[in-house]
């Protein structure tokens, strides 16, 4: 148990169906803990069953098939301290549950395809990530799971991604516009005319002048840098690692943008890496290389996926201690 909010963080993570939503999740419940943090599934506000999407023609991902009217007024009760009786979809039948009880907690995550469309839910968002997948990436990866895994056919594969994309891009996509951190999963720069999608260029923009956040950087603040570290001091496979960091417009707005393309051999030697970055918002020295080596094993955490999200987390941990900062003390699970 923990003692009762006196703050409800809310907190947004948006990205279409299998863009490393639930890698990250896993990741910032290292950084708080299970006990101060509740994660609420945006899928569970949908009105349109499985079966009634199939008859309309109506797909998950249209603002037709949610109820964002509840969304709203639970997760405005949340953040106002209340208990909600939030609804339940049940992925395994595709069909809408009972609801079950959900009572505040220090941080409160809204994850899915969902939580920045809605301006009223936006509003309530105290900080937020989007995950953008190239579509290269995107259908190299699921073709990856659903034909090695599920037995599915290449033609088929496709024809799903191909039927979703335009809902995607009306209703999806244009959420980037609002993120505080977008993390860009692209294809290398590093091999002509790559195919398999193995190694990645991610590239993770931070919105410049939000109060509480810190953009990282590399080696100096505001300058544009291009930099291949020393092979002896950070062993990558072919085709090699490069980083840069610089000043870009996005949606009008300045970000400060981080990139990797390439992977690293070994995870120990990103304390190399971490020595360079400066606004980590760590606790101590190695803390990003001690979270990255926690989980070896998750997806991306050989590549800037894992490292980004390491760093999104840590920024997460600080917006959170700063907003409670404001009210009082932090408090710790009992």
Known sequence: ?????????????AGDSGCGKSTFLRRL??????????????????????????????TALDPRANNF???????????????IMKPIYNHETGTIDPPE????????????????????????????????ISDEVKIAWKIQRDMTERGHRYEDVLA????????????IEPQR???????????????????????????????????????????????????????????CPYP???FYYGSDVYYGRYVSVLEVDGQFDNLEEVIYIETHLSNT?????????????QHRDYPGSNNGTGLFQVLTGLKMRAIYEHLIAKEGKIPTPV
């Open 101 to 132: 009880l959900v009572e505040p907690n220090h941080i409160v995550v809204i994850e899915g395809l969902h939580p920045l469309y809605d301006e009223r839910v936006r509003a309530l968002v105290d900080f937020s990530v989007y995950f953008d």
């Open 160 to 171: 799903q991604i191909n039927s979703r994309k335009p809902d995607f891009q009306k209703y």
């Open 240 to 242: 090699g690692i490069q």
């Open 29 to 58: 419940k290292d950084l708080f803990g299970e006990e101060l943090m509740t994660v609420i599934c945006l899928d569970d506000y949908h009105c349109l069953d499985r079966k009634q999407r199939r008859e309309t023609g109506i």
């Open 177 to 235: 516009e609002f993120a505080d951190i977008v993390l860009q999963v692209l294809p290398t720069n590093l091999i002509k005319d790559d195919k398999e999608r193995k190694v990645l260029r991610v590239r993770m923009l931070q919105r410049e002048g939000k109060e509480g956040f810190e953009p990282v950087y590399l080696f100096d603040e505001g300058s544009t840098i291009y930099w291949t570290p020393c092979g002896r001091k950070l062993t």
């Open 69 to 83: 009217d509840l969304m709203y007024e639970q997760i405005k009760a949340l953040k106002e301290g209340q208990s």
């Open 1 to 13: 148990m923990t003692d009762k909010p006196e703050r409800v963080v809310l907190i947004g993570v």
């Open 281 to 293: 918002s760590t606790k101590y020295k190695g803390e990003l290389t001690h979270l990255l080596l």
